[in-house]
């Protein structure tokens, strides 16, 4: 039965990815992925060496567990075309370590007939404490209908879809002019023009009458 594939129409700003979770990393895997990848860096596979370079122990190559954060994308996104992924490493993930994979959907859009997606994507420890941070881009049909016009040669289905985020929007590159507070008007009280205000201070005071 051939798996279910996804659909740019099924996509939703926020949706959180299944999380994947690995067995622990033991010994033999970093072994068995040294002879895959061609990586022979002694500090993966040799104890006696990473030692020597004051390590606990040998240690899981980045590129491992870049894999693993990449299977679930893989999964996740059926028949989808990666566009762009990327990492950031945190954290030495050490043999015994579980590593549990997340992301979600950070944004989704539409663009003439293509349809893309940009998703968050982190994995963390059996301790919950962050090892790798990335992201990914994936470009996916609209629908099914969409996949079978396009695979016999027809236009792709053209939709409305802007741009959904659920990133804050930037701040403004500087605050906005703020006005002095002005008090307002007293009701029926006219206020005193600049000549008016100046002859009202020349006025003396008025000399009491002796007259009777």
């Known amino acids: 039965m ?18 994947l979770t690995k067995t622990p ?11 895959a990848s061609g990586d022979f860096n002694p500090v993966h596979v040799d104890e006696t060496y990473a030692k020597s370079l004051g390590m606990p ?6 590129m491992l567990i870049m894999g693993f954060l990449g299977q679930l994308v ?3 996104a059926r028949g989808a075309q990666l566009r762009r992924y ?3 490493f945190s954290k030495i993930v050490w043999p015994g370590d579980t590593v549990v994979c997340k992301g979600r959907v950070t944004e989704r859009w539409g663009d003439e007939g293509r349809y893309f997606a940009e998703l968050d994507l982190w994995a963390e420890n059996q301790k919950g404490e962050l090892v790798l941070r990335g992201g990914a881009q994936i470009q996916l049909f609209l629908s099914l209908e969409d996949e079978n016009r396009q695979r016999s040669g027809q236009p792709p289905v053209v939709v409305p879809a802007p741009r959904e985020s659920i990133l804050p929007p930037a701040p403004p590159t500087s605050a906005p002019r703020k006005e002095p507070a002005v008090a307002a008007p007293v009701s029926g009280v006219k206020k005193a023009t600049p000549r008016e205000s100046h002859a009202l201070r020349k006025v003396p005071e008025a000399k009491k009458s002796t007259k009777k």
Do not use: C, N, T
């Open 86 to 88: 990327s990492v950031k």
């Open 2 to 19: 051939a798996s279910r594939k996804l659909y740019f129409e099924a996509v939703r700003v926020g949706e959180e990815l299944p999380a």
């Open 74 to 76: 893989s999964d996740w």
């Open 25 to 35: 990393v033991d010994r033999v895997q970093l072994a068995r992925y040294a002879g």
């Open 57 to 62: 122990s040998v240690y899981a190559p980045g």
